[in-house]
């Protein structure tokens, strides 16, 4: 094994310093051709020494060890030992847990070389072993505790201050993609000095030490006598939950706790606080959910009466500023619309607020969020485009949407239009354009610097919802963009960037494979038959007839499955469908 520099002295004590050594090894490679009798003597000593040794190397096991001639017999037998755990090419499950640990200690350590060399060879290994992760993450009705953890530290690595460490951590949360809050329990993943707190439910025995050391000190760091009092009041309900449980369980939280913890918490075993009763102030108007309104009809009934007293009273800015409020509610129900498919009984919520309230943006953006929703993306384009027409300085606040319109149409002289009318603009649906557009183009570069732009743009609320309470469920769809940018960076590497030349038949023999693994899936049919019906545009008249049979059944078993995309498959499936009867 490598160390820092050619030390003899150090390897007469490796095991003990097995955990100091990582945080210099950067340095080794250079030093190598400096000092070659020493690598030589010391590449002997660790030879004749590997009985020894090897059960230390796994924690270290991701560190790369630099091309020498004298260390190739050291570097040979790590390869061996980090890799005991295959199976032919395929790396066992067991093993593969036993490498996250390794990696999720190195990305834990203090050094920030170490940590940006573990998070290196982690993104390596989890992207090498996607179906392991597959199956640990899906295979089971609960997802494995390692992969809990590494979750919680990577979130946790997101507020690193070197900026291509919060990078690769974004990188590695990619690799795992996007999980089920459900599946995976709780996470917490928040610093408190050195303690991290991380669990996987309310029934883990570190529940009950973690969550009272986080009350100990916000109690010490509070900064009023009514704050002192909450956490008070919460540590004292916390013991005496626990003490409930039995005296057995209750003693061993003493082993857990230092000095400083104990002397906040024994005060509190025995302490009287109770909370005050508290009055809620009478309100002019209704409160959905309270105890006379219960449900939404009763609520909207008396909500009602009110604004219909306004009108009669004259009060009419007063309705309007009233008004906004309910409207804005009332919409809020398209999410639950959405899940039983009535999307179509939005539209006139949207027109009514767009009328009354022409200068705010809420209205119109969520009419266009639901024409994205329904697949209406042709729509979508004339009204965003006739409403920057009457206001352009609206283009900056809407562009965002014709931009995803444009691409989800591959229309893709209507993005580059578009994206270069906001060259500033740091949005999901602009930097997905930005990113398209670049590969299309072959322009590594810009596609390299578009995918970092919109990693960074997840990093402050990643960072947000680790700081207060570290909630996965809080910044998923932030961790489901970081697993779509990895897929796309997948796509164009492997089909793009890969090769000089990447041929249509390359893309549609993988869109094929696709299709073959999930017949059923609707997006998977009409990209192949967009591909099939892009080529057969652009081929000789031969060989064009032998793709038309293609483009009509892709189109028809999209159609087949669903109908988010009816408007753009239906009328190509009946134009190929009489084109080919002209050839015929």
């Not at 091309?67 to 295959?86: F, I």
């Not at 200690?105 to 203090?110: D, L, N, Q, R, S």
């Not at 960074?456 to 932030?478: F, H, K, T, W």
């Not at 696709?514 to 652009?538: G, I």
Request: proline share 4%; with cysteine; charged share 25%.
């Amino acid at each position: 094994m490598v160390v820092a520099t050619p030390n003899l002295a150090m390897t007469q004590t490796f095991p003990s310093q097995v955990s100091t050594f990582p945080s210099q090894v950067s340095a080794f490679p250079s030093q190598v051709s400096t000092f070659p009798s020493q690598v030589s003597t010391f590449s002997k000593s660790q030879n004749e020494r590997w009985n020894e040794i090897k059960d230390y190397v796994g924690d270290i096991g991701w560190l790369t060890i630099p091309d020498h001639p004298d260390l190739a017999d050291v570097k040979t037998k790590l390869h061996l030992h980090v890799n005991a755990g295959r199976v032919g090419d395929t790396m066992t499950e067991e093993w593969f847990k036993e490498c996250l640990k390794s990696h999720i200690a190195g990305v834990t350590a203090e050094s920030s070389e170490v940590r940006s060399h573990s998070l290196t060879s982690l993104q390596l290994l989890l992207h090498n072993n996607q179906k392991i992760i597959n199956l640990m993450v899906l295979g089971r009705e609960t997802v494995d505790k390692v992969i809990t953890e590494l979750i919680s530290t990577l979130l946790c690595e997101v507020r690193d201050p070197d900026p291509d460490i919060r990078i690769l951590a974004c990188t590695c949360l990619g690799e795992v993609g996007a999980i089920d809050g459900g599946l995976l329990g709780s996470v917490i993943s928040t610093e408190t000095s050195q303690h991290k707190v991380y669990m996987e439910g309310i029934e883990d025995e570190k529940f009950g030490p973690d969550l009272l050391i986080v009350l100990s000190k916000g109690y010490r760091n509070s900064a009023d006598q009514l704050t002192e009092d909450k956490f008070a009041f919460a540590i004292q309900e916390v013991l005496s939950a626990y003490r409930q449980c039995g005296d057995q369980l209750f003693k061993k939280f003493g082993e857990k706790f230092d000095e400083s913890v104990m002397e906040i918490l024994e005060p509190h075993i025995n302490s009287r606080y109770i909370l005050n009763p508290h009055n809620e102030p009478s309100r002019a108007s209704p409160v959905f959910r309270s105890e006379k309104i219960t449900t939404f009809e009763e609520w909207l009934s008396s909500w009602t009466s009110i604004l219909l007293q306004l009108v009669v009273e004259g009060e009419s800015d007063k309705l309007s500023s009233l008004l906004i409020g309910p409207l804005k509610i009332i919409t809020s129900t398209q999410t639950a619309l959405e899940t039983e498919g009535r999307l179509q009984e939005t539209p006139p919520m949207y027109e009514q607020g767009i009328t009354q309230f022409p200068d705010d943006n809420f209205f119109i953006q969520g009419k266009l969020k639901q024409l994205l929703h329904t697949g209406l993306h042709t729509t979508l384009l004339g009204v965003v485009n006739d409403r920057i027409k009457e206001n352009s300085t609206l283009t900056r606040d809407l562009n965002e949407f014709r931009v995803q319109a444009a691409w989800s149409l591959a229309r893709w002289d209507l993005v580059e239009e578009y994206i270069s009318s906001t060259p500033q603009d740091t949005s999901w649906a602009v930097g997905v354009g930005r990113q398209l557009h670049s590969a299309r183009l072959r322009d590594k570069e810009a596609f390299d610097s578009a995918i970092r732009a919109l990693r960074n743009e997840q990093l402050i609320p990643l960072s947000v919802a680790v700081m207060e309470g570290g909630c996965y469920e809080r910044c998923y769809d932030n961790v489901l963009n970081l697993h779509m940018l990895r897929d796309i960076e997948e796509w164009a590497n492997s089909l793009i960037f890969n090769q000089s030349s990447c041929s249509d038949a390359d893309i549609i023999n993988k869109s094929r494979e696709v299709t073959d693994l999930d017949p059923s899936w609707e997006e998977a049919q009409f990209n192949c038959a967009n591909y099939y019906y892009k080529w057969s545009k652009a081929v000789n008249p031969g060989f064009k007839q032998t793709m038309m049979p293609h483009v009509i059944k892709h189109y028809g078993e999209s159609l087949k499955y669903g109908s988010n995309n009816i408007f753009q498959s239906l009328p190509r499936l009946l134009t190929t469908w009489f084109d080919l009867e002209g050839l015929n």
